[in-house]
């Protein structure tokens, strides 16, 4: 698994993350409400802090400044 994520995209990620755990607490939605908040929030933190987004995979998206990111994606 290699990282296709950079540190603005992460950033991103991290505030929507945090966004989404926060209104758990401000919103206080139902059962449902708050398990579809908890896995959006949870997901996004993660994807942040392991800097690897399955979904920019298929399109062959790389946000990170790594050297030789956007080759290997293209070849693969």
Do not use: H
Request: hydrophobic share 45%.
């Amino acid at each position: 698994m290699q990282q296709n994520m950079g540190s603005a995209d992460s950033f991103i990620r991290t505030m929507v993350g945090i966004a989404f755990l926060v209104n758990i607490i401000i919103l206080e939605p139902g059962a449902i409400g708050t398990i579809i908040l908890l896995a959006l929030g949870v997901l996004n933190l993660a994807t942040a802090w392991i800097k690897f987004c399955p979904a920019y995979k298929p399109f062959g998206i790389c946000t990170c400044p790594c050297c030789g990111c956007s080759e290997t994606e293209k070849s693969e």
